[in-house]
């Protein structure tokens, strides 16, 4: 199985490994996972197109968090302002950015209580964006996004 | 330090949670919120969505929060107001034990 797709069960996993009065320390870690599942299954796609397999694991560490956050950010204002674009990446777009708030929240806030509702949803944002980008990943529009992440902005063409 | 369109139009705000909270009981109990900057320094909003019990049912929830997001985000331009959109869930009875201000 894939890396992101273990991530993801074990997410799952965490956040149901108490069945009652879950850990905080469950449900936050189950919340940062779900988070790099997501982040993982794009990233490792990305990577997958460098030729030179030995040198994606450097390529994979180039990824910036806020670089990411950006370029999801301009596909949901695109979308939203009647872009030509498939749902399913506005729903990827969307719900990363929703899971990379939600993951820092999760590691650092040590005041914010989690409850499981709360997590059960963090999870199926998760599952979602993996379903929309599964069905959209060889398009060209996924393509673009892919290659947006490495790039702040594209060379006009 | 900019502030956001946001912050004068909170009344705009209240008044379109309060329709959503209306269309969407009793799925949903009440819904608060706070503006503050994301962890990137960005405007948002912070949504706290109090759910039923019936509604955080694990083949309900998907459905009602999807519903809640989706009303919400019909109903308030958060590009115009500069702010990006942020929502957490909680269930009636995950409040009772939890007793947290800030979602009462």
Redesign the interface.
Known sequence: MPFADDLLEQADELAFKEQTNPKQASLRRAVSTAYYALFHLLIDDAVSKWAVERQRSILARTFDH?RM?GIC?DVV?AV?GGANLPQELNIVAHNF??L???R??ADYDNAK?W????V??VL?LATDAFNAWRAIRTEDAAQDYLLQLFLPRLPRQ | MNFPAAIAKQPQINAEITEVVRLLAPDIVHIRYDIGQDWSGDWSIFFRVLLSDEASRENNLRRVTKQVVGKISERLDFSGLGLIPYFNFRSQSEQAEMREPAWA
Do not use: E, Y
């Open positions: 806020g956050k950010d204002k939203k950015i929703q990379q708030q939600h820092l929240t209580q409850s499981r509702t709360d059960v949803n199926a």
